[in-house]
């Protein structure tokens, strides 16, 4: 291996280095450095930290048996009870009225009632056109100037900017 191809081969790494690190940037106000410090740093930002987190990993060793089961005469007895009650919830009690259903095709519900609108007046016909061409009309009067803008006096000062706690988020 030649000493030119060593160095071709560094660039050739820290290119793509910094390619991937390019495209690990969360937002367009972050950059690598702010990146890193989430990583590196600390992330949170002068958050609490969510809760557990100042204990271990659970050790998985320490999980408790399983509980013993039911004994078969506990079992039935569930079992029955279940089956009881399954066919009490499908007989509907006489006096409760059954549930109304829609029909399959049912459509969109009809559009509301609006106010009468107002009448409107019969658009008026526009005039004939001339079949002579018409006199050259004479030029449009020149737009009137606008007036000046007011003068303020110099007591009238514009209000004082807001506080600097409105102007920037607090850092910790």
Do not use: H, W, Y
């Amino acid at each position: 291996m030649q000493p030119s191809d060593a160095k071709g081969k560094a660039r050739a790494a820290a290119l793509a280095a910094a390619l991937l690190l390019g495209g690990c940037i969360g937002g367009p106000g972050e950059g690598p450095g702010e990146f890193l410090r989430q990583i590196t740093g600390d992330g949170l930002d002068g958050r609490q930290a969510p809760p557990g987190m100042d204990r271990g990993f659970p050790n998985l060793s320490r999980v408790p048996q399983a509980p013993e089961p039911p004994s078969v005469e506990a079992r039935v007895t569930i079992s029955e009870r279940l089956a009881r009650d399954r066919a009490a919830a499908a007989a509907a009690p006489a006096g409760s009225p059954a549930p109304r259903a829609l029909p399959v095709g049912a459509g969109p519900p009809p559009p509301p009632r609006l106010a009468p609108a107002l009448p409107v007046a019969a658009p008026v016909p526009p005039p004939p056109m001339p079949t002579a061409p018409a006199p050259a009309r004479p030029p449009a009067p020149a737009a009137a100037p606008e007036p000046p803008a007011p003068v303020l006096a110099d007591d009238a000062a514009p209000p004082p900017p807001p506080g600097i706690d409105l102007l920037a988020p607090r850092r910790p």
